[in-house]
């Protein structure tokens, strides 16, 4: 009778099991894959800051889970930022007009075309200003861009997308070959002198106080080279890996915002947020503390701004860009609470992925879901914070946040993902144990059938 008993407590335990379900709902659903952009060239002080239209991009009605990106080499493998500086690198959505043709590699100023709709992100800037979806720097390598289960980025929704249009992809890659230049954080920050140049890339003349910046190193441009220095041209690529899962009624959408800590704003009508008008600069110059004098927290730049957002929802993900100099950057609610602080890391060596002087890494906050919310019409404070023992051109203060609209259902909102890889943990260990009672009460059972047939006059059969 005891170990009846112990079986039915083992059959408890089996019911149990089988009526768990691991707390990631999309396992084993998720696809991944590695694409590389078309070839570009740099010599020493070069600069590439091109536009690839319709790029490897998976297709249909899926949710994108995550891009990575990173330069690498003819040979595949990555370059240090010491040799190759990444800007940036930008992901934006649009839909083209069938039956026309893309024009591959293009400059932004080709890039206006009536048959070529942008399909921007949710955020508040003004026109298409940083409407990618995907946007890193220097730091794309330590820098985590998974969307939490069961949150999804969607894409490819035949019903959003015109009559007569299909859904294409656009990369924007900003790179600055550095190898033998005169300074290379001043050709890194795009110092106008170190590129000898009056006017910006539409041939508009540069203003006496603009120091340095995007203006100063587009596409084409040449940074200052130490005289003598002889140096190879290269043919690179931008390495990406996507990660996607088909759509379906599992997935919660998420609305992409980024904000801007140059944003300066004014509502067209003081009865709404919806027409507010954002002019968001992009990037701003750091003046050194021996000009400006060193604050409470020492030599310190913290620049912020308030914006107020049209709609709000559950922050599920956050996430800072900074460029070199910069010490974190903070979104605040309207109360004063912290909803996400974001925390570069430096490289300390020179191989690829841990360069030293430069972010290599921007930490990330997975809030847990339905924790962190912003009401709608709620006025964010934005600060971001660079060290100013140097003038610094041309940085940035972006803020990339992942929101999702109340769920009406609270038990679709899953958990953070260690908290996922947790609960599969309990999920795989409480299938361990039962498993582990299975082959326990089968050994139970041919003991106890072996003593049974002893008793009877039976031999037991050796095993």
Known sequence: MWYQGWLRSLAILLLAALSLEPSQALIGKEKSAVFLSPEFVLGPGSVVDSYYQDIDFPRGHIALKSFNAEVVDETGLPVPLQEIYLHHWVIERYYQHKGVEAPGSSSIKETHNPDFITVRNSGICQDNVLAQYFGLGSETRKTATHVPDPYGIEIGNPVEIPAGYEEKWLLNVHAIDTRGVEDRLGCAECRCDLYNVTEDGYGHPLSSDYKGGLRCCYDKTQCRVKEGFEGIRRSLYMKYTLKWVDWDSSVVPVKIYILDVTDTWKSSN????????????????????????ETEDGCVDVKRTSLTMPTGGHVIYGVSHQHSGGIGSTLYGEDGRIICSSIPTYGEGKEAGNEAGYIVGMSTCYPQPGSVKISDGET????????????????????????AEPSPNPSLLLHSPFDMHANSKVYNSVWAVALLGLAIAAAIVVVYSRRKDTEYGYEALVV
Not at 270 to 293: K, Q
């Open 270 to 293: 003081a009865s709404t947020v919806h027409r507010a008008r954002h002019n968001c600069r992009v990037e701003y110059d750091v003046e050194s503390c021996s000009i400006t004098g």
């Open 380 to 403: 964010l404070i934005l600060e971001s914070n660079y060290s100013s023992t140097q003038k610094h051109t041309g940085v940035m203060g972006l803020f990339y946040i992942l929101v």
